[in-house]
């Protein structure tokens, strides 16, 4: 599994990192230790790249514009 599709899915999963996300996603970005091409894809939110970088059609993937429910 790709290093940004592991961050996605830990992002539509953990609260905490995803509102840590919210304000700071190049730290975020950073600790994951995605490419500089996915970094871009992801602070440009360009789901084209997104999809592309990760195997991922349209509406298999959403951050930052999807409702979350976590269990903590």
Do not use: F
């Not at 994951?32 to 939110?45: C, I, N």
């Not at 592309?52 to 993937?61: A, R, V």
Request: charged fraction near 30%; avoid cysteine.
């Amino acid at each position: 599994m790709s290093k940004l599709l592991e961050l996605m899915r830990k992002l539509g999963s953990d609260a905490g990192l995803a509102a840590e996300y919210g304000t700071d996603p190049e730290g975020v970005l950073n600790r994951a230790g995605v490419s500089d091409e996915e970094r871009r894809a992801m602070l440009e939110s360009d789901y084209a790249a997104v999809g592309k970088l990760t195997g991922l059609s349209e509406g298999q993937y959403a951050t930052n514009h999807t409702i979350k429910a976590y269990d903590k």
